[in-house]
C-alpha cells in the first residue's frame, strides 16, 4: 500500500501527479468536486469507501465495519470532527481518510503502524503514509540531526516523531491532520489515554473483547491466515483467537527453529499446535534460515528511515516466502504484547509512588529480578521530575556508561545513551534535540508517566512494524500485529497498576483474557527464550560484510560517528550479544544511508537518460 492524500484545489492536483513514481498506474479517488483526493495503490480488499452527497470516507487496511455502517456516521456527521466516535468503534488496524466539501481529515493509528506524515509543498498540505515520497516532492535531504538521534539506544519522545527526511512531519498519537481546500492544516487530537482505572476482571474483559475485534478484522477476507507460534504467551493467545474465528478460513502457524539446543520455546510451541487441531503446521529448520545479518550490503528501496531490525531482515523476507508458498497473504505477530502486558522496570517507581506500602512485596520481587541495590532502589523512588526535567537531564547523560542495577529508573523510564563511537558533534546534535524539547516543554504521551513509557513502547514497535509489513509484502504477505490495534491498546492503557503485574505470573491480565480461549498449561510459562546463539553465529557467518560497512563509512563522512572505532567494536569479542545492539543499531544507519545514495544515483541517471 502507497497512497498520497490531496487538498481539494488545482495545485493539489498538481502536486499528487508528481509525487507518485508512476502515477498513470495509481488509483485515483476523488473528492466531491472531482479532483483528485487520494492517489496510489492498494487491494480491492483493504479499501471499503462511501459516498453521501459531498461527504466522502474511505478506510484503507483492515477492518470489521460495513458500507451501511460508514453510511450511517456520514449521514449523522456534520463535519469531519463528528467522526470521532463511530472511529473508535472501528475494530482493526486502518487509515480513515474524510472529506467533506474539500474538508479533509487523515487520520491513522495510536500505534504508528498506520502513520501519517505530512508537507507543505507548493504552498499545499500533502498527506502520505511513507515520508520519503513527500521528501522527494520538496527536494527534502537527510536530516543529520534526527540521524544522529538513531544512533541512540531508543528515541524518545518527541525524538522519536521526527522523520529523518528535511521539511516533512508526523502526527503525534492520538492526533488526525485536518486539511482545508485552501491546503492549509492543522493537527487535531481525537483521543487521550484512558484512566487506569478498570479491575482485572474489567480489564481482562475488555482486552479479551479487543483482541476477538482484531482478529475478526484480520479474518474478514483472509482464506489461509499465517500465524507466529513461537511458543511465547503473545503468538500462542493470537493463534487460539484466529482459530476461534468463524471466519476464519485455513490457519497456518509457523515456527523457526533455534540454534540454541536449551532454548524451549520448540515444546510450549508443540503443545499449543496439538491444541489446535486442523491446523497446518510449518515448522522452518535452523539449518534452512538466513543467519542474522545475512544481506546488511544489499540495496533497499524502503527509505522511511534506518530499519531497527536489520539483524534479521532476511529471515523475516525468508518466512514471508515460506508462507506464500503455502496460499498465505497475511502473517500475525505477537510483537507488541510485551509492550503492554510486561511492566518495564521502570513500571515500579510509578506503582511504588501510587500504592505506598502495598507495593512493598512487588517492589521486593523487582528488586530481586533487577538486582537493584536497596540504596539506589530507595533513592530513584524519591526522584519525581517532571518530563521537560527528565529530558534535560538526558541531555546531559548520553555518554555515561549505563549503570547496570545503580541505573536510575524514574517513571519515565532509562535515559537513552549513544555508542562511544559517536562523535562529539553527534552527541552535540542529539544533546541539543533533547535540550531543545525540555525547553520547550514537550508534554508527554500521557500525564502519568507509566502510561506515557507504555505508549513509547508501542510506539517503538508500531514503526517497526510499519517497515517490517513493507519488507514482506514483497512477498505478497501483508505483515499486521493486532497486540497494537488501537482498541487493544486503549484496553491496556485501562488496567490498574496494580493489576498489570503480579509475583505468581507473568502478564497477568493477558492470562486473565486469554482463560478459556488458551489452555490454562499454556498460560502458565514462566521462561522465556532469547537469540543470542543466532547474533553469534551471524556474526561469525558474515564478518566480511559487516566489516565492509565500517569502511569509508557514509556515517563518518557526516561526522557522526568515528569509523575505526566502530571497525574495532565489530572485531572486539561481546560476552553478552546485548553488548552489540550499539554495533547493530550503528550499521542498520550506515546501510540505510548507502541505499539512500543509491537511490540517488539511480534517479540521476534517469534523469541523463532522459
Wanted: charged share 20%.
Amino acid at each position: 500500500m502507497e497512497f498520497v492524500v490531496l487538498p481539494d484545489n488545482q495545485d493539489g492536483a498538481a502536486v499528487g501527479r508528481a509525487l507518485l513514481p508512476d502515477p498513470e498506474q495509481a488509483k485515483v479517488v476523488t473528492h466531491a468536486s472531482g479532483r483528485p483526493w487520494i492517489m496510489g495503490t492498494w487491494s480491492a480488499e483493504d479499501i471499503l469507501t462511501v459516498s453521501l452527497g459531498r461527504k466522502n470516507l474511505i478506510l484503507l487496511g483492515c477492518f470489521t465495519t460495513t458500507s451501511a455502517q460508514l453510511l450511517r456516521s456520514l449521514s449523522a456527521s456534520g463535519d469531519v470532527t463528528a467522526l470521532d466516535v463511530f472511529l473508535r468503534s472501528v475494530p482493526g488496524s486502518h487509515y480513515a481518510i474524510a472529506s467533506f466539501d474539500g474538508e479533509i481529515r487523515v487520520q491513522g493509528s495510536l500505534s504508528g503502524v498506520r502513520e501519517v506524515f505530512y508537507a507543505t509543498i507548493d504552498g499545499v498540505t500533502c498527506a502520505a503514509d511513507r515520508p520519503d515520497t513527500l521528501a522527494a516532492g520538496i527536494g527534502g535531504g537527510v536530516d543529520e540531526r534526527v540521524l544522529a538521534g538513531h544512533l541512540l539506544s531508543y528515541r524518545p519522545w518527541p525524538l522519536s516523531g521526527r522523520p529523518v527526511w528535511r521539511g516533512v512531519e508526523c502526527l503525534a498519537p492520538g492526533h488526525y491532520l485536518r486539511i482545508r481546500p485552501d491546503g492549509s492544516h492543522r493537527a487535531v487530537r481525537w483521543w487521550a489515554p484512558p484512566p487506569a482505572e478498570l479491575t482485572l476482571a474489567e480489564g481482562a474483559r475488555r482486552v479479551r473483547g479487543a483482541l476477538e475485534g482484531a482478529a475478526a478484522a484480520r479474518s474478514r477476507n483472509s482464506p489461509a491466515l499465517g500465524c507466529d507460534l513461537s511458543g511465547g504467551m503473545d503468538s500462542t493467545s493470537l493463534a487460539f483467537l484466529t482459530y476461534r474465528q468463524e471466519g476464519c478460513g485455513r490457519l497456518v502457524t509457523v515456527r523457526r527453529e533455534a540454534l540454541d539446543a536449551a532454548h524451549d520455546d520448540a515444546r510450549w510451541a508443540q503443545r499449543a499446535a496439538a491444541s489446535l487441531p486442523g491446523a497446518e503446521s510449518v515448522v522452518l529448520a535452523a539449518k534452512e534460515l538466513p543467519l542474522s545479518f545475512t544481506g546488511q550490503l544489499a540495496y533497499d528501496d524502503d527509505l522511511e528511515a534506518p530499519y531497527p531490525w536489520s539483524r534479521v531482515k532476511a529471515v523475516a523476507a525468508h518466512v514471508a516466502r515460506q508462507l506464500a508458498d503455502h496460499g498465505v497473504s497475511l502473517q500475525l505477530t505477537g510483537h507488541g504484547g510485551d509492550e503492554l502486558f510486561s511492566p518495564a522496570p521502570s513500571f515500579y517507581h510509578a506503582l511504588a509512588r501510587s500504592e505506598g506500602l502495598r507495593s512493598v512485596r512487588h517492589l521486593r520481587a523487582a528488586r530481586s529480578m533487577y538486582r537493584w541495590p536497596l540504596g539506589a532502589m530507595v533513592r530513584n523512588l524519591l526522584r519525581d521530575p517532571s518530563y521537560p526535567q527528565w529530558l534535560a537531564t538526558a541531555s546531559t547523560s548520553l555518554t555515561l556508561p549505563v549503570g547496570g542495577p545503580t541505573e536510575p529508573f524514574t517513571g519515565w523510564g532509562a535515559h537513552p545513551r549513544l555508542p562511544s563511537w559517536a562523535t562529539p558533534e553527534a552527541v552535540e546534535l542529539t544533546a541539543g534535540l533533547l535540550r531543545e524539547a525540555a525547553v520547550e516543554k514537550t508534554s508527554p504521551y500521557a500525564p502519568e508517566a507509566v502510561q506515557h513509557e507504555l505508549m513509547e513502547g508501542v510506539r517503538l514497535c508500531g514503526a517497526k512494524i510499519r517497515l517490517t509489513d513493507r519488507l514482506t509484502s514483497r512477498s505478497g504477505v501483508a505483515y499486521h500485529a493486532p497486540f497494537l490495534d488501537d482498541q487493544v491498546v486503549d484496553a491496556a492503557l485501562s488496567v490498574r497498576l496494580a493489576d498489570r503485574v503480579s509475583v505468581e505470573r507473568a502478564k497477568p491480565v493477558l492470562a486473565a483474557a486469554m482463560r478459556g480461549v488458551v489452555p490454562d498449561a499454556l498460560l502458565g510459562r514462566t521462561t522465556k527464550g532469547e537469540a543470542s546463539a543466532e547474533v553469534y553465529a551471524g556474526v561469525r557467518r558474515h564478518k566480511a560484510e559487516l566489516l565492509a560497512l565500517t569502511e569509508d563509512m557514509r556515517l563518518a563522512r557526516l561526522g557522526l560517528v568515528d569509523g575505526t572505532a566502530v571497525r574495532a567494536a565489530l572485531l572486539t569479542p561481546h560476552a553478552m550479544s546485548r553488548t552489540f545492539i550499539p554495533v547493530v543499531t550503528t550499521l542498520a544507519c550506515e546501510s540505510w544511508l548507502r541505499s539512500v545514495e543509491t537511490a540517488r544515483t539511480r534517479v540521476r541517471r534517469q534523469q541523463g537518460a532522459a
